[in-house]
């Protein structure tokens, strides 16, 4: 019997990566019963409104994910992607919702559609620095005088590298989304784009909201599946997930 290993190299794969990838180092994710959507409002600290109202505010929120993400180490879900992208070369593409940088401490390159945790941008220049500072009690300021803010996309706020994504995901024979609840716009509408034209799996303890996209669905913690999805040691996942 054929497994997945077997055959994922002659596929073009596209990878999509959401909280859930994080979770078992110890990022919390942002629904659910501990998610960091629970104790905060998205639109006092995820949106350029919330920015415009209190800076302070949102620099004390992105501070304390600085503090939890700079202990966090990746886990054998993110070094599965990067021994898989080791493999494959151009012919995998890793596109993160993920702010963290747990992909690259793995050694993977991924393409961060929301932006990066540890980098600031200029308001006015508009640069962007590498920024692994706390910033609670001030805000930053750029040398040309601006106010720096996180590098993150908010909502309401465009997604990077869209047309590179939309590319990819136009070229892949392959697409695997992986902790991700598959409700926040444009990540979740990736599937349904694909759908029909290349195989589809989903990887998380739960079902995704997307989820009547997805060829298969493989239920269990990224850390546990991917490892043996991408993996030589021929666990449980036989090529008929892909008929
Ligand atoms: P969510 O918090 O919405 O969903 C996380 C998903 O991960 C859930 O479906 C869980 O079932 C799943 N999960 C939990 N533990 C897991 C594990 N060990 N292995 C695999 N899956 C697991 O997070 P996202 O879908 O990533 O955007 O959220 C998307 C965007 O919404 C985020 O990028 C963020 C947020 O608002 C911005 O801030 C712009």
Avoid at 24 to 38: A, H, N, Q, V, Y
Avoid at 202 to 210: E, H, L, Q
């Amino acid at each position: 019997m054929k497994h997945i290993a077997d055959i994922i190299e002659n596929h073009r794969v596209f990878i999509l990566t959401g909280a859930g990838v994080s979770a078992e180092s110890g990022i919390p994710t942002f629904r659910g019963f501990s998610g960091l959507w629970c104790n905060q409002r998205i639109e006092d600290v995820a949106s350029p409104e919330g920015w415009r109202k209190n800076p302070q505010l949102i620099w004390e929120f992105y501070s304390m994910r600085r503090k939890t993400a700079l202990s966090a180490k990746p886990n054998p879900a993110h070094f599965a992607i990067a021994g898989l992208l080791h493999r494959m070369g151009d012919r995998l593409f890793v596109c993160t919702q993920n702010v963290d940088d747990l992909h690259e401490q793995a050694g993977a390159h991924a393409v961060h559609m929301h932006g990066e945790l540890f980098k600031s941008r200029c308001e006015k220049c508009r640069r962007v620095f590498e920024d692994r500072e706390l910033h609670e009690y001030e805000i930053p300021l750029c040398d040309c005088g601006g106010r720096l803010r996180p590098h993150i996309v908010w909502f309401g706020e465009k997604t990077l590298e869209l047309d590179k994504i939309h590319r990819a995901l136009d070229q892949c024979t392959l697409f695997i989304a992986v902790g991700t609840s598959g409700i926040v716009e444009p990540a979740a509408s990736f599937v349904s784009r694909v759908a029909g034209r290349a195989w589809t799996i989903y990887v998380g303890p739960d079902d995704p909201a997307n989820d009547y996209y997805f060829t298969r669905k493989i239920a269990g913690k990224a850390g546990k599946v991917l490892p043996a999805l991408f993996g030589r040691s021929r666990l449980p996942f036989p090529a008929s997930c892909l008929e």
